[in-house]
């Protein structure tokens, strides 16, 4: 597997959540020279299709490197190993210094979807990502273990 080093890693539940809640920071970040991948989830078929080429279009914009799509259902996000693996199977790819996602612990009205992916993210970068004891099949894969430098959170 090729290995492929990013600067930053940005999750997010939805497409225009990251643009909503870190744009400016990941514009600046890019104007630096920084290498920005983003993590993005979302079905159903046809509304999936319109949001994706929004969020090329928006990551184009900002200087986002990459978009990767992972496809999960939208308001049915769930804390599970595959979700979480996910996660850490990017994080080990990328190896980026910085990670930002959703705040998990905002108070009062947040969307479901963003909480579970910021609690999800923040498991996957500790302890699952720099643990070698966790998800050992990566490391067959050559996905060796990645220790986060900095974690954002928006909201």
């Known amino acids: 597997m090729t290995m492929k080093p990013a600067h930053v890693l940005v999750v997010t539940p939805h497409p225009d959540d990251a643009e909503y809640g870190v744009a400016g920071t990941v514009a600046r970040w890019a104007?630096?020279?920084?290498?920005i991948v983003y993590v993005v989830n979302m079905k159903p078929e046809e509304l999936a299709q319109i949001r994706e080429k929004e969020q090329m279009a928006a990551a184009r914009v900002l200087g986002v490197r990459e978009v990767i799509f992972l496809r999960y259902a939208d308001q049915s996000l769930e804390?599970?190993?595959?979700f979480r693996k996910a996660i850490v199977r990017l994080i080990r790819m990328y190896k980026p210094e910085v990670m930002v996602t959703a705040d998990p612990y905002r108070r009062y009205i947040w969307h479901r979807d963003h909480r579970i992916t910021g609690q999800v993210t923040l498991d996957a970068i500790f302890p699952f990502a720099r643990d070698p004891l966790s998800y050992p099949d990566l490391m067959r894969e050559n996905l060796h273990p990645h220790k986060v430098r900095e974690i954002f959170l928006w909201g």
Do not use: A, I, N
């Open 31 to 35: 104007r630096e020279g920084k290498q």
């Open 79 to 82: 804390d599970t190993p595959e």
